[in-house]
């Protein structure tokens, strides 16, 4: 797997968790354990997204 792939196939990863978050918060009644869990993951990939672009 290439670097580009592996960052294209978490990019899709991040705006996936993004999507989601964005409707928890739209719910009427939104769980927060769910969102805090969601924004976390999503937060993780970002990490992961910039350390596999610093090795580049």
Request: no cysteine.
């Amino acid at each position: 797997m290439t670097l580009e792939a592996y960052v294209s196939g978490l990019r899709k990863k991040h705006a996936k968790l993004s999507s989601l978050v964005d409707r928890e918060q739209k719910r009427p009644a939104p769980n927060f354990t769910t969102l805090t869990d969601l924004k976390k993951k999503k937060l993780h990939v970002k990490q992961e997204i910039s350390k596999a672009l610093e090795i580049k």
